[in-house]
């Protein structure tokens, strides 16, 4: 299965209650945190909703 590699590029200061939320869901919690998720609508629907804090790249 395809791997995606999310990387936080942007604080999570300043953002709504649910954005963060999705960052730590997403196992981002600090600026260069890096995680790898699997290629899935799921994470994908995680991935449009912080995708201006974010920079994501295959794996």
Known sequence: MAQLKVT???SLIGSKKDQ???AQ?????KIGDCTLQ????QTKGKVAKIIH?????EA
Do not use: F, M, Q, Y
């Open 25 to 29: 869901a997403l196992g981002l919690r």
């Open 38 to 41: 699997p290629d899935n609508a």
């Open 20 to 22: 963060i939320a999705t």
């Open 53 to 57: 804090l974010i920079e994501v790249s």
């Open 8 to 10: 936080l590029v942007k």
